[in-house]
């Protein structure tokens, strides 16, 4: 039979917006991959997806009304359970055929073929291939079940009796293999070929497809809609961009792909117009009144080419009228009470400092085990204080510190009361304000970056010193009281905040040992009641994370263990040591090292006592290991010297010359000769040769 087009799509009301992108992808590839599998549309068909905020719907080229019939063959039981001497079945055989529809007749057809152990029966047959209406209906069911929905509500159907649960109640399926419709019932609905279009706009209702083609079309002229969600918000920014034109040859609207994400799955047919609000509010922090316009009336705010907020705005209306006067005057009208609530906010909370809130902090919780954000922050200050005073003496100390007792200050605020995305921010602005410093201010606001992968570190020296001051006490508090991370969970981002730490000494090279840091935010914790001490563990998880990250970054795994097994201390010397890990391995004596350095690790690990790396050169008898001494004797001064100048490129580079004397130190010595004397020397000739090896990156990870 011919292969033709299928369409599915289910009618159903308003879904959540923010999901409507993530739900028409995943309904149409699992139909269109449990289509595929049951043998009904081959690997090559096809697939669109559509979503409009009442509807999903996919499309799927090259789908068979049945499937092909599928060779299966079915493994029974050794030939000497199953059959007689002779050849005759017994009856375990008898019966497991039976199970499977055949009876004595197959016997003779009975494959025969060796596991490995001994001769087994097979019986092949014929399954035959799903009609499209069974396999249909159970691909419908797997794609509705693969539906990221967070929550499914309960409704009745029209019955009255019944009740069913989707994210949303469904009113309409559609499903159409070329022109023949595939009879379905899912959610209380069977399948037809009507649906319906734009609630105000629609010139026709329902909406009837004569074919499975031309479900976009027809639902475009008849229904109004658009129905795919790509086109739509193309469409949305295509017309954003001309409106802004027209609003103004220099402005340009915000550039936000969540925005315009939520915005396109809100609208069927999209028409953007331009609003306006009184150049009064443009008094208030521009953040606030993006936030409240995006946040609350998913507007567009219009900016000019230097970023600052103008009082023009776009909105993207569901409806075209001939005159859009009203919508436009209707939603000036709502956004006016937003604008004015962030001004009034704005100027009660500038009533009052900053400094005069950090009491109040004490009245927050923070967490039960840990105290109260007034606690928190006297924590913070003094490890701000501490890292402060290491990197910049004690006025950087000072700053970092007061800094610190006011970054959180602007909690207690109404504007962040009702923003809490602009924590942070507002408080640079009462800062600012206040008369302090742009330093502090700046630090205040930057103290929570990055907040997330790629976002920009703090500017100065001050926010950096709180930034890991106040990621610090995070992560040693949380370990102290056993809230570890585990598996997907991390209620208290302490990856993002070890993520952040990292960055700000790799990035910034600070001269901060990442024990110097772990211990100085540990030592604020001494007084809190039920901490225990988790460096160790903190360590070990912050350097997983940065191996993870070096990973992401294109380092291979075996660069990132030799650099990260060391557990350099000095974060901001990782990227020249991965360069030279890089550069050494590319040199022809590399592997043969990386081997004996492997082979040298594994000698030492097996000595009960610690080796000393320390030789008596009177005890040193044969000639090759006499060479490898005298090789490191040479060796290890030029090494040290590159190392610790931070040339850690040229201090492996110069191991190079060890690989002729090594490899006739393991042809030619017996390291565990039978003189202990002598044992002793040659273990304190190999220890001194592996701490050579290992001072820039452990070279026996890139053994193979």
């Known amino acids: 039979m011919t292969a033709k087009n299928l369409l599915v799509e289910l009618f159903v009301e308003e879904l959540p917006p923010k ?23 081959p690997s090559t068909a096809a697939v669109t997806a559509y979503a409009s905020p009442r509807r999903l719907a996919a499309h799927v080229t090259d789908v068979a009304a049945v499937a092909a019939d599928k060779p299966v063959a079915q493994k029974l039981m050794p030939v000497a359970v199953g059959l007689e001497n002779d050849g005759t079945p017994k009856p375990a055989l008898l019966k497991k055929l039976a199970a499977l529809g055949a009876d004595a007749s197959v016997v003779p057809d009975l494959r025969r073929e060796n596991d490995g152990k001994a001769d087994v029966l097979f019986y092949d047959s014929l399954a035959k291939g799903a009609t499209l209406a069974e396999g249909l209906q159970k691909a419908l069911e797997a794609a509705l079940a693969a539906l990221p929905i967070p929550k499914v509500m309960t409704y009745q159907l029209a019955d009255g009796w019944s009740s069913v649960n989707f994210v949303r109640p469904a009113h309409g399926l559609v499903a159409l293999h070329g022109s023949d419709i ?5 959610l209380g609905l069977t399948s037809g070929r009507e649906t319906h279009g734009h609630r105000f706009e629609a010139a026709v209702d329902p909406v009837i497809f004569a074919h499975a083609d031309e479900y976009a079309a027809k639902l475009a002229t008849d229904g109004a809609v658009i129905a795919s969600f790509a086109e739509r918000r193309a469409e949305i920014a295509r017309q ?24 396109t799955a809100l609208v069927e047919r999209p028409n953007v117009l331009i609003g306006q609000f009184e150049e009064e509010y443009l008094a208030v922090p521009q953040e606030c009144l993006i936030l409240t316009m995006k946040a609350n009336q998913k507007y567009f705010p219009l900016l000019d080419t230097a970023g600052k907020l103008t009082n023009k705005f776009l909105l993207v209306s569901n409806i075209s009228p001939a005159d859009p006067s009203a919508v436009i005057g209707g939603n000036e009208r709502v956004v006016r009470p937003r604008l004015a609530d962030a001004k009034f906010f704005f100027d009660q909370d500038r009533k009052r400092s900053l400094e005069s809130r950090v009491l109040g902090l004490a009245k927050v919780v923070y967490h039960n085990k840990l105290g109260t954000q007034g606690e928190r922050v006297q924590r913070v200050g003094s490890i701000a204080n501490a890292i402060g005073e290491r990197l910049g003496g004690e006025q950087l100390g000072l700053r970092a ?4 007792l006011l970054a959180k200050t602007d909690l207690l605020t109404d504007m962040v009361g009702e923003f809490p995305e602009l924590q942070g921010i507002m408080g640079r602005y009462y800062a600012l304000h206040d008369g302090l410093t742009p330093d502090i201010a700046d630090a205040i606001e930057d103290h929570y970056k990055p907040r997330f992968a790629g976002d920009s570190l703090p500017r100065n020296e001050v926010g950096t010193v709180v930034a890991l001051a106040d990621k610090l006490e995070t992560l040693v508090g949380m370990f102290g009281i056993g809230q570890i991370p585990t598996g997907d969970r991390d209620p208290f981002a302490l990856r993002r905040h070890a993520l952040g730490v990292i960055r700000m000494l790799a990035e910034n ?12 935010a540990t030592a604020p914790f001494a007084a809190v009641d039920g901490f225990k001490p988790a460096e160790s563990a903190l360590a070990d998880f912050i350097y997983d994370r940065l191996a993870g990250s070096l990973r992401e970054q294109g380092y291979t795994a075996q660069e990132v263990d030799a650099v990260v097994s060391q557990r350099p201390q000095r974060l901001g010397d990782i990227p020249k040591r991965l360069a030279a890990v890089r550069t050494f391995a590319a040199l022809p004596e590399a592997a043969a090292l990386a081997a004996a350095n492997k082979r040298v690790s594994n000698i030492l690990k097996k000595v009960e006592d610690s080796v000393d790396a320390w030789v008596d050169t009177a005890l040193l008898k044969e000639a090759a290991e006499v060479a490898l001494h005298a090789a490191l004797v040479d060796v290890v001064p030029q090494a040290d010297a590159a190392f610790l100048t931070g040339d850690y490129t040229e201090s492996l580079q110069a191991l190079a010359a060890l690989r002729a004397p090594v490899d006739t130190f393991f042809n030619d010595v017996m390291v565990n000769a039978e003189d202990p004397a002598l044992r002793a020397n040659r273990l304190g000739l190999l220890a001194k040769l592996h701490a050579a090896m290992n001072q820039v990156a452990d070279i026996s990870k890139l053994s193979a």
């Open 19 to 41: 999901a409507l992108k993530k739900l028409g992808e995943v309904f149409a590839q699992s139909l269109a991959q449990s289509l595929k599998n049951a043998g009904l549309a």
């Open 182 to 186: 595939v009879p379905l019932a899912i």
């Open 240 to 263: 954003l961009e001309a409106a802004a034109a027209k609003a103004g040859s220099n402005l340009k609207p915000i550039d936000d792909d969540a925005l315009l994400d939520e915005v």
């Open 401 to 404: 510190n007061r800094a610190a």
């Open 509 to 520: 090279n600070l001269d901060l040992p990442l024990d110097t840091l772990l211990q100085a």
